[in-house]
């Protein structure tokens, strides 16, 4: 008599679809956070792309500090996104490297292992000779 009990009463369905909305909602939530993730992620290594092009130009033109100051202002300009990262900038010979390298943003804190930023830029060193400075146009 017991076990007729338990199956009719498990047969019913009465409140299955309360408890199929929460699960939908879970993974409603799970992949929003996914994607926010992924979204501030891909910005902030737009961030660094852009500081690393726009220090390796200023470097090659004026200089290292003049390359590091560039990176800097983008970064800066990058807000909260850009705060795990630093620049830095390498001369070799004819060419000027500038490397943008740090932590990503996280926007939950979840354990999750994102990679590390790291972003490069290489242009030539720009050399001017004393007779190209003395000409005038």
Not at 67 to 96: H, K, M, P, T, Y
């Amino acid at each position: 008599m017991a076990l007729g009990w338990i199956a009719a009463r498990a047969a019913e369905e009465r409140g299955s679809s309360i408890v199929e909305g929460l699960l939908a909602l879970g993974l409603l939530l799970l992949v929003f956070g996914i994607g926010a993730e992924a979204m501030l992620f891909a910005q902030a290594r737009t961030i660094a792309i852009a500081a690393a092009q726009e220090g390796a130009r200023s470097a090659a033109l004026g200089g290292e500090s003049a390359g590091l100051a560039s990176a800097r202002e983008v970064l800066a300009a990058g807000g909260g996104l850009a705060d795990g990262l630093s620049a830095s900038i390498e001369e070799r010979g004819a060419s000027v490297t500038a490397l943008v390298a740090g932590s990503p943003p996280a926007l939950f804190h979840s354990g999750v292992l994102l990679p590390a930023i790291r972003a490069a830029a290489t242009v030539p060193q720009e050399r001017y000779t004393a007779a190209e400075f003395a000409t005038s146009p």
